[in-house]
């Protein structure tokens, strides 16, 4: 199972991170759709915040895990971004919830 946790700051509403782990385990490897969405997703996301908006974020990387930060500063900036990823993977989790969990964490 994939999961997808979310941190939104509890006094400004805004997502300061996130962070996807796991395997869908849908299909076998190169064939899983699911992996493929949410892999493209995040990917777009990382990308828009750091090489389109040029937003500094702490993004980490690890045997397919990733984890993408950005100060309370940069939150704002960020603020469509993040919540059209958090909305998207929410609708995937929906369609396929034996593969893809979603939190969100307020912090």
């Known amino acids: 199972m994939i999961r997808a ?10 997502f300061t991170g996130f962070s996807v782990t ?3 385990g849908y299909r076998e490897e190169g064939a899983d759709i699911v992996c ?3 892999s493209s997703a995040v990917y777009m996301a990382v990308n828009t ?6 937003l500094p974020a702490s993004v980490q990387e690890k045997n397919g895990d990733l984890r993408c930060r ?10 469509v ?3 059209g990823l958090c909305l998207h993977l929410q609708g995937l989790s929906e369609q ?12």
Do not use: P, W
């Not at 950005?70 to 603020?79: L, Q, S």
């Open 70 to 79: 950005v100060t309370k500063e940069n939150a704002a900036g960020c603020r």
């Open 96 to 107: 396929y919830s034996q593969y893809l969990q979603v939190s969100i964490l307020e912090v």
């Open 36 to 38: 493929a969405a949410v």
């Open 5 to 14: 946790s979310f941190e939104k700051d509890r006094k400004t509403g805004l």
């Open 22 to 24: 796991g395997h869908a």
């Open 81 to 83: 971004c993040m919540e």
């Open 49 to 54: 915040i750091t090489d389109v908006l040029f």
